[in-house]
């Protein structure tokens, strides 16, 4: 059974930066895609950026574009999501989350890691 575990978030000010991670065990196949939620107070969860591990590809939520980062290493079963410029806005619980093949928001995932609480202050 695939696990996540996503961790680094903490406390920052606006403008400053945070570099989460989510650690994956249990992969049997080199065909994923890791993705990249996040839910603030009293608002829906969204998705927020993604990694297919099959050609490197990886995508972005608009608010986060220019601003946010995701890669792989490998040998660690790590994605990593670096954030810079955070915003108050970026506040939330992100959670990290894996399927099998590709990147899709649409079709949704199928394992899921406790998530980790970013706050931005101002």
């Known amino acids: 059974e695939v696990q996540l575990q996503a961790s680094g978030g903490g406390l920052v000010q606006a403008g400053g930066s945070l570099r989460l991670s989510c650690k994956a065990s249990g992969f049997t196949s080199d065909d994923y895609a890791i993705g990249w939620y996040r839910q603030a107070p009293g608002k829906e969860r969204e998705g927020v950026s993604c990694?297919?591990?099959?050609?490197?590809?990886?995508y972005y939520d608009e608010a986060v574009k220019g601003r946010f980062t995701i890669s792989s290493d490998n040998a660690k079963n790590t994605v990593y999501l670096q954030m810079n410029n955070l915003k108050p806005e970026d506040t939330a619980v992100y959670y990290c989350?894996?399927?099998?093949?590709?990147?899709?928001?649409?079709?949704?995932?199928?394992?899921w890691g406790q998530g980790t609480l970013v706050t931005v202050s101002s």
């Open positions: 989350a894996a399927r099998r093949g590709r990147c899709s928001y649409t079709r949704g995932f199928d394992a």
């Open positions: 990694f297919t591990s099959t050609d490197n590809n990886t």
